[in-house]
């Protein structure tokens, strides 16, 4: 499985942004799909993820309310929908697949995109 992220940029306080994750190889919908991000100087940490079916999604509290992660199995996509940004947002965006599990645990996930920059100015 080949994940590729876009749709990063520069964007003002409260402004909002999509990322877009599509993927390539084996059944985009086996897979549960997941997003991290990672700030300078910090860990990667969970944001979002997505079941199979898209029936089941969770979020960090820090993003709960402000983004909303989608996908379309047709076209083997997961969206990360961001709205009311926050310098704090600042960071790599990553999407990642598990065939194994719905988590939120980077171990968890078998494949990962390359990353896609977010900066949010205040």
């Known amino acids: 499985v080949q994940l590729q992220a876009s749709g990063g940029g520069l964007v003002q306080a409260g402004g909002s942004l999509r990322l877009s994750c599509a993927t390539s190889g084996r059944t985009f919908s086996r897979y549960a799909m997941g997003w991290f991000r990672q700030a300078p100087g910090k860990e990667r940490e969970f944001v979002a993820v997505i079941s199979w079916s898209g029936g089941s999604r969770s979020y960090a509290d820090s993003v709960t309310g402000r983004f909303t992660v989608s996908r379309d199995n047709a076209k083997n996509t997961v969206y990360l929908q961001m709205n009311s940004l926050k310098p704090e947002d600042t960071a790599v965006y990553y999407c990642?697949?598990?065939?194994?599990?719905?988590?939120?645990?980077?171990?968890?996930?078998?494949?990962w995109g390359q990353g896609t920059l977010v900066t949010v100015s205040s």
């Open positions: 990642a697949a598990s065939s194994r599990s719905y988590s939120s645990v980077a171990v968890d996930y078998e494949y």
